[in-house]
């Protein structure tokens, strides 16, 4: 298979989260949003019905604060979501390694977010609604999100399709390099994106520091975190029984 | 021939079937699904081309360089442009649609032309010359220069509200005999107490407070975001903070090199016999925390020089009182004030003549006959009881605001003012780092019709036939700059200080007594007592909303938060509806649970919270008796 | 039974040919262009002007489309010919320097998208492939749109469930995904989508 803009070259785009250097401050949740055309909370939302496809999280560690990003984590083995969605609306792409959200397609079921160990999948309970006015600065890469369906991370698929179409101006071929809204916004630089076909960025999350959340689920997420905090590592494991909202 | 009931049915059902092979039905079945992609409520993403621009984001002192991404002009995407951005950086350009703006020029309830305020606002300035007054939320801008010479040419006043930010600065100001601009130097000190001062949430610059150099230990009644993340926290008692800082320097009274530095204090006696009687143990009594963490804490700030104590209060709850400033300010003397630096000053246009700076405090009562209040942007405020008691029988007030809110009640004129890339607007000093700046945002955006900035406005009232832009440039050529035009992306000057820590001379007011200390040292005896919080920066878009509405990262304005304990003794559970009573109104909160002291109640709020806030004798803000109810 | 059949034929064939009848009329509705306009002036020998020429990539690799007024009255400040369209063109848009709203037969829905870089400029599309044979028209085609979903004929498509017609050229879902089928280089739905 071929694909668009990366002659016979995929890529498997990941991210490494270094949580040392998180401080919980919230811009990439802000900035993801304001990327991907989600609008502001509904009065009546809460954390439970939030539209989020990042959110942050306080880990418990008893001491100075820890805080935890959580997006899809673009599972590569098995993917649940995938295997679960009867409309075929969830898609691994293997050129990517981007597990993409059709909402054309989401007949809205939530099968998908009942799969999904790491709860990064949310449902769309409403109309987008922005104040007067502010619609026109939606993001003219992104369409406008719509209710009944579950959305959730694509790495700022937007960005990728942006930085392909300048690749096919300057003649560039192979995998594309680009920058999620998150990565770009972290002002601790503690999310790092990257391309694990890249050695170098492939060492780094191969590196015996790095860990994946409920890496013995083996649904090969791509998100990779880090910390030297004893403490901080051990709130992570307990990931799983954290619930959402 | 006679039609029955049979050939109608053959019929209808030959139309039928004729339907069904026909494309219609298929056709509308298919095309209402997509159509319900694309209901016409459903907003539409722009189309043409992307275009990035360099600019400032000029909403706090930190006026961090800013990609802006926009189609057709309007700005959809804000990004660092090197460095870092705080979150609500990047929703800032959504302040032009915000829910809450002004659109329209408003006397009370009634829509009017701006014209028409402005003339009636020059009529009663006429009428009144010499009591005219400007209000400045923001201090410290370029704008605040125009309002002063504005004012100058009026004969009125120039008012400031009381300094939150950077008021331990201007405790030390006024504690060292040369009065200089001093500001804290984040970037070179090492370790840092900070009493209830929110460092690393919105106080200072994103980058700053990401890559810190510094212990910090901070002091704070509740668990803030500040108090979360640094190295150490005490959690001491609310009114307490005098004790503490008084116990710190009590600890450094035995040390051969402090007897030293106090040797060459004047009118310390004070200060040093209510230190005396402020041993650590008598202190973590009041404070309510172990008597070793103070021995600690003031050791730390002696193993880790140069050291800072910081006492600047809350942007919402307001500063602490002058006692606890007064005492930050003195350890900060003993340290040889080697946390501040001197700002060098403004450059100014040779033929500028400028109104004095004047503390809004320091207003004589009833003197003020019309009152401008600019409040350019999200989260500043002033307790109103501050300003009502200055406002002469029949004042007129007007506020230049960009919001509809926060003076709704207060002023009899409401004037809208142009936000962020809607005009030429500019941001405050930086009260974290020793330098001058100049920070011009662009004006990239259509301007909506009748807005006015403030500084324009009172340039109308004075008759000033400059426009702000060419005054902004004027600022800019007597900066020496060669960029002096506010170009396509604005302008940016700034001046770093070259000088050294100012010298220790001088400390405390005379008057003042070992009493007047110690009086000021026992805490408040409410249990559980209130305090207020809050974040400057969250009112800046309802998208910053996601963090706390649609998740549990931070605490957002209308929430209370209460230790578990608390919240069972109260009857109350996570999450629940509450009511916050003060004598001055009644909110709504939402109560959440954390690890925070279980005798306070830390009540988030917005502006509207300061607004409503009292002022205690010794300058500190407070809700009165508050409470906080099931409802 | 004969007469019910006849009948029955009767209304199938009253009904079907309703139905086919009105399917174009009843779902779309016929827009002006603001201006008339014909390619082949301008690709023509007496033009000699390519696609391109108007038709331009921005610089971040993005397609411009219909080129705005600017491109057009950089040649027709003043009249060059002697049509009367021209003229027309002249006096409403480029003298008072108003845009025209030119309706685009090939607009994509929000949630499409579609790099003209990578087709063009890379895979060597033919804008013919796509667009048809635009470039040697006289005169703007009839701009047809669907009545509920704003989508143009051309991007809507015409196909009518079972019995669908295709289209020459295409702009449709299904031409993008046949014509990738055919060259194997097809993914993810998110190819294309966005």
């Known amino acids: ?245 | ?631 | 039974m004969i007469r019910t059949g006849i009948l029955f034929l009767a209304g199938f064939s009253v009904a079907l040919s309703a139905g086919w009848w009105s399917v174009p009329r009843l779902l779309y509705r016929t827009e002006p262009q603001p201006a008339q306009f014909s390619h082949i002036a301008h690709t023509g020998e007496k033009g000699g002007m390519s696609c391109e020429d108007c038709h331009s990539f921005r610089a971040d690799g993005t397609f411009a489309g219909i080129p705005k007024l600017e491109t057009c009255a950089a040649c027709h400040s003043a009249p060059m010919g002697e049509t009367q369209a021209e003229k027309d063109f002249i006096a409403r848009f480029v003298e008072p320097g108003v845009e025209p709203e030119w309706k685009v037969y090939s607009r994509q829905p929000d949630n499409a998208w579609f790099p003209h870089s990578a087709h063009v400029l890379r895979g060597k599309v033919a804008c013919e492939k796509c667009h048809g044979e635009i470039g040697k028209s006289d005169r703007l085609p009839v701009y047809r749109v669907h009545r509920f979903t704003g989508y143009p004929e051309d991007v809507m498509g015409k196909r009518a469930g079972p019995l669908g017609l295709k289209r020459a050229g295409g702009m449709r879902m299904d031409d993008c995904v046949a014509c990738h089928r055919q060259n194997r280089i097809e993914h993810s739905c998110l190819d294309c989508h966005k």
């Open chain 2, 1 to 631: 021939m006679k039609i029955d009931r049979r050939d109608v049915l053959s019929l209808a059902g030959g139309a039928a079937a004729g339907l069904a092979v026909s494309p219609l039905p298929w056709r509308l079945l298919g095309d209402t699904a997509i159509w319900s992609q694309n209901w016409h409520w459903m907003p539409r993403v722009p189309r043409g081309a992307i275009e990035e621009r360099e600019a400032r984001c000029t909403l706090c002192p930190s006026a961090c360089p800013v990609k802006l991404r926009m189609t057709n002009g309007i700005v959809h995407g804000v990004a660092p442009n090197g460095g870092a951005l705080c979150p609500a950086g990047f929703a800032a350009h959504h302040l032009a649609w915000h829910p809450l703006r002004l659109r329209e020029c408003r006397r009370k309830d009634q829509a009017v032309p701006l014209e028409e305020a402005l003339s009636s606002l020059r009529a009663a300035v006429a009428q009144r010359r010499g009591a005219v007054a400007v209000l400045d939320l923001a201090p410290g801008r370029a704008s605040s220069l125009l309002h002063r010479r504005h004012m100058a040419a009026l004969g009125g006043a120039y008012l400031m509200p009381p300094r939150i930010e950077g008021g331990t600065a201007h405790a030390v100001e006024a504690l060292l005999e040369k009065r200089r601009a001093l500001a804290a130097d984040l970037a070179s000190v090492k370790a840092v107490l900070s009493v209830s001062t929110p460092l690393l949430d919105g106080w200072a610059a994103p980058s700053s407070a990401v890559e810190r150099g510094f212990r910090l230990i901070q002091a704070e009644p509740h668990r803030s975001r500040t108090a979360g993340l640094a190295d150490e926290w005490l959690p001491v008692k609310p009114g307490s903070e005098t004790a503490l800082l008084l116990a710190v320097g009590h600890c450094w009274l035995k040390r051969p090199e402090m007897a030293q530095q106090l040797e060459r204090l004047k009118g310390a006696e004070a200060w040093r016999q209510a230190a005396e009687a402020m041993p650590p143990q008598r202190a973590a009594e009041l404070a309510g925390i172990e008597a070793a963490r103070i021995e600690a804490a003031a050791a730390d700030l002696l193993g880790h020089r140069p050291s800072l104590v910081l006492a600047d209060g809350d942007p919402v709850g307001g500063p602490l009182s002058r006692e606890a400033r007064a005492a930050a300010a003195a350890l900060n003397i003993l340290l040889g004030a080697e946390g501040f630096r001197p700002v060098p000053p403004l450059p100014l246009p040779k033929d500028w003549t400028l109104a004095e700076a004047q503390s809004l405090e320091e207003a004589g009562d009833g003197s003020i006959g019309v009152l401008i209040i600019d409040e350019p942007w999200p989260g500043v405020s002033v307790p109103w009881q501050l300003v009502e008691k200055k406002l002469a029988r029949g004042a007129v007030v007007a506020a230049v605001t960009w919001n509809r809110a926060q003076f709704a009640r207060h002023a009899e004129w409401l004037i809208p003012a142009p936000v962020w890339l809607e005009a030429p607007l500019d941001a405050a000093q930086p009260h974290d780092a020793p330098r001058a700046q100049i920070a011009v945002a662009p004006a990239v955006m259509a301007r909506p019709k009748d807005t006015i900035s403030a500084a324009e406005a009172t340039a109308r009232l004075a008759g000033v036939e400059m426009t702000a832009a060419d005054e902004f440039a004027a600022l800019a050529q007597a900066a020496g700059s060669e960029a002096a035009q506010i170009g396509d992306n604005g302008f940016y000057w700034s001046s770093e200080a070259k000088g050294a820590a100012p010298a220790a001379a001088r400390i405390a007011p005379e008057q003042w007594t070992a009493e007047t200390w110690l009086r000021a040292a026992a805490p408040s005896a409410a249990s559980p007592a209130v305090v207020a919080f809050g974040w400057r920066q969250a009112a800046v878009s309802p998208m910053l909303g996601k963090l706390w509405q649609e998740s549990e990262l931070r605490e957002g304005p209308q929430q209370a938060v209460l230790h578990p304990d608390l919240l069972r003794r109260q009857g109350m559970e996570e999450g629940v509806l509450a009511r916050l009573m003060s004598p001055r109104g009644a909110w709504p909160v939402r109560v959440r649970a954390a690890e925070t002291r279980p005798d306070v109640i830390a009540v988030c709020g917005g502006p509207s919270l300061a607004l409503a806030c009292e002022v205690r004798p010794d300058g500190a803000w407070t809700l009165g008796e508050a409470k906080v109810v099931k409802s």
């Open chain 1, 1 to 245: 298979m071929r694909k668009l803009g990366a002659e016979n070259k995929t890529a498997r785009y990941a991210m490494l989260i270094d949580l040392d250097r998180c401080n919980g401050c919230g811009a990439c949740m802000v900035a993801c949003a304001v990327e991907n055309n989600v609008p502001p909370p509904q009065p009546s939302a809460t954390p439970r019905t939030g539209l989020n496809w990042l959110r942050v999280f306080r880990l418990n560690t008893g001491g100075r604060d820890a805080f935890i990003p959580v997006m899809c984590m673009q599972c590569g083995d098995e993917t649940p979501c995938q295997s679960v969605c009867p409309q075929k609306a969830v898609e691994f792409d293997p050129a990517t390694g981007i597990v993409g959200q059709i909402p054309e397609r989401c007949l809205g079921c939530r099968y998908c977010m009942a799969a999904c160990p790491y709860q990064a999948r949310v449902f769309n309970w409403w109309d987008p609604q922005w104040p007067a006015g502010m619609e026109q600065a939606l993001n003219p890469r992104v369409s406008a999100r719509q209710r009944g369906t579950v959305e959730k991370c694509n790495f700022c698929h937007g960005r990728w399709q942006a930085a392909l179409e300048k690749a096919a101006q300057d003649g560039e071929s192979g995998p594309v390099r680009y920058t999620p809204a998150c990565a770009e916004a972290c002002p601790a630089q503690a999310i790092r994106f990257g391309d694990l076909n890249d050695e170098e960025f492939a060492a780094e999350c191969r590196d015996s520091g790095a860990f994946r959340l409920l890496e013995s689920l083996g649904t090969g997420p791509k998100v990779f975190y880090r910390t030297s905090r004893a403490e901080v590592r051990e709130a992570t494991r307990g990931f799983g029984e954290v619930k959402r909202g």
